[in-house]
């Protein structure tokens, strides 16, 4: 249902744009002119910006990554900054990383580990996940990060559909999750453990000690000749919406990470990057390893998990310019208020921007007064591998839209036809299923074992996200929601992002999440669970109170019937809320698959 068609204001007419100022200080925009950008953009000029191979012999992503700027006078840049849970810190230059991978990569070698086989990363953000991933690659095995946060069971699935053939992980994490399944591992050869202590030594069966095995390789290797087509990462979904997929991705996926890292991150020569995800998901290794890197910039590595005064720290202490985040984190900033921010000195952000969950306007709105600069909101997928839609620094963000596709990226609106194509939407404001034309560098080439559900994905010319949307007539993207999460209520379809943002609106409301319950009159009536922000408790009155709301602002059709307060909403481990969960629950459903569940929020 369109808005007009609802007789209502939607999100793109209530909230003023921001606009940015022209003249900005500091370096100006890599991309000052969006749409002339748009115009003028190739692909081969994007692959113009990376290195190559030396002597033509390809395109790796760690080299360039890593060995483009060691051998070059980025040499002694900071390339990783960590600071780990206890206050440490290590620091590794463009240099030294290349050292670090290089050992590593001698090592794989040394085992007899060859181009194509899985390497598995389990571990916190600590130096060494980053240094087998860019070592690894340097082999052209393909890669996987894991959350260490996963139990023995979603470890085994991974393991186990991924064949992998090495794993690399810290002693305690093997002795707690991997020792009872290895048994069931048997494509499973090594285990490379990084011991907590770094003095102690390790002597665990069947494994192999970090500092013996790497430490003492030849700092020297030269990356083998490498076809942008060869297979480099394999990243599992989120799980969001059912069981995670595995979506593979190339070495030559690197040029649109490269590209992103300067349109939409602006990433410039100097800059200090904080992506605060994890590199168990996609964002936190195209965004947290790959893209930074291969800029050049000191990339910020934090091991600790979410807590506000930390992260302020963070920022002020390593003069953080550039920070990528996600809505959970902000939403969990906002809970504190924008008091919590005062006292730090946050003078050199500069960028600031969202990932992974449609970001209400209210957040938008709350990056000005906290920091003095909003979020820019950008979408992609596990699928895209990149930043395809995004709030690029030269552009006025409206709050609550996605901003507008990267230059290179054909993104339209469009409706299956019953013949199993698409008919593409060009009216303004009118939701269809966001598509891209197929063919990015970075676009997953496969589902791991899930052919048909691969070929699924797409349609004539389309790739279809699974994600509604709306373009307005400037051509600014406006998410609407996952297509299995919209709601059907009399007739109407009703996105849960409009619902949630205007519940998020009340100041009583830190986070809501919106579900359709069946209706035996409506089809589906709208459901709302609601946590609260501090000073705030649950009451009829308040109910009331926030059902008036949003009858207010949405209409009769489009607001929820029902709201239910809750504690804290279920989350992926990647901070999306899990709206299947929300609803199997409410229906007393089979909960499906929890692998990614965050914690056990009930
Ligand atoms: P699964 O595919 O297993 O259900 P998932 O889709 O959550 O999980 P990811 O690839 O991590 O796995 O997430 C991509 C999805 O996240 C997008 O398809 C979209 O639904 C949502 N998303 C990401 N960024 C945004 C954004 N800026 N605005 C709205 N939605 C977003
Ligand atoms: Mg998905």
């Known amino acids: 249902m369109s808005d007009q068609a609802a007789g209502r204001a939607s999100l793109a007419d209530l909230y003023p744009r921001i606009v940015k100022p022209r003249a900005a200080s500091g370096a100006p925009a890599n991309m000052p002119d969006y749409h002339q950008a748009h115009r003028t953009f190739t692909w081969e000029a994007a692959r113009g910006l990376l290195d190559g191979l030396p002597g033509g012999r390809g395109l790796n992503i760690a080299h360039e990554a890593v060995d483009r700027h060691a051998t070059g006078p980025h040499a002694d840049r900071h390339a990783l900054r960590w600071i780990g849970r206890g206050g440490g810190r290590r620091i590794l230059t463009y240099r030294d990383l290349m050292i670090a991978t290089n050992r590593f990569a001698n090592t794989l070698r040394g085992l007899g580990v060859r181009e194509g086989d899985s390497v598995f990363v389990l571990a916190g953000r600590i130096p060494e996940l980053y240094i087998a991933v860019l070592g690894a690659l340097k082999v052209k095995c393909v890669v996987s990060p ?100 595995g979506a593979i991705h190339v070495h030559e996926a690197v040029v649109t990470h490269h590209i992103t890292g300067r349109y939409a991150l602006d990433l410039h020569d100097d800059d200090i990057f904080w992506c605060t995800a994890d590199p168990g998901w996609v964002t936190g290794t195209s965004y947290g390893i790959i893209a930074p890197l291969t800029n050049g910039v000191t990339s ?100 609550g839209s996605m901003g507008m596709p990267l230059p290179g990226i054909g993104a339209g609106i469009v409706r299956r036809n019953d013949d199993g194509g698409v008919s593409q939407i060009d009216e303004p404001m009118v939701e269809g299923e966001l598509a891209l034309k197929a063919g990015w560098p970075s676009m997953m080439r496969g589902y791991l074992h899930e052919e048909e559900r691969y070929r699924k994905c797409f349609a004539g010319p389309w790739y279809l996200t699974g994600d509604l949307a709306m373009r307005d007539a400037d051509g600014y993207y406006w998410f609407v929601g996952r297509s299995d999460d919209v709601i059907k209520s009399s007739g109407h379809l009703i996105g849960p992002f409009e619902v949630e943002s205007t519940l998020m609106e009340h100041p009583a409301v830190a986070e809501a999440g919106v579900i359709g319950k069946p209706d035996p009159m409506a089809g589906e009536i709208v459901k709302a669970f609601v946590a609260l922000n501090p000073g705030f408790s649950p009451s009829e009155a308040l109910r009331r109170e926030l059902l008036g709301h949003a009858r207010k602002r949405l209409g009769a059709v489009v607001a929820p019937k029902e709201i239910d307060f809750s504690t804290g909403l279920p989350r992926t481990r990647s901070g999306k809320i899990m709206r299947r969960l929300l609803k199997a629950r409410e229906l007393g459903l089979p909960e499906g698959d929890l692998s990614t569940l965050e914690g056990d929020v009930r």
């Open 300 to 399: 910020i590595v934090v091991e600790a998990e979410f807590d506000a005064a930390t992260w302020y720290g963070v920022l002020q202490n390593e003069r953080v310019s550039v920070w990528y985040t996600a809505p959970t984190a902000i939403r969990m900033m906002m809970k504190l208020g924008t008091d919590a921010v005062r006292g730090f000195d946050l003078s050199a952000l500069r960028f600031l921007a969202s990932v992974g969950e449609p970001l209400n306007p209210e957040a938008v709105i709350w990056g000005q007064q906290a920091f003095g600069k909003p979020f820019h909101d950008n979408w992609w997928q596990t699928e895209t591998g990149g930043i395809m839609i995004a709030n690029f620094v030269a552009m006025d963000v409206k709050p």
């Open 146 to 245: 894991l959350f260490s946060a996963f139990g023995p069971e979603p470890l085994m699935t991974r393991l186990d559909i991924g064949e992998g053939r090495v794993l690399v992980t810290t002693e305690p994490l093997y002795r707690r999750k991997v020792a009872a399944i290895r048994s069931q591992l048997p494509k499973l050869e090594h285990v490379i453990l990084v011991p907590e202590d770094r003095e102690a030594a390790t002597e665990v069966p069947g494994t192999l000690d970090w500092r013996q095995v790497v430490e003492q390789q030849s700092p020297d290797f030269v990356i083998p000749p490498t076809s942008p087509e060869d297979r480099a990462l394999l990243h599992f979904t989120s799980g969001t919406t059912g069981r995670p997929k």
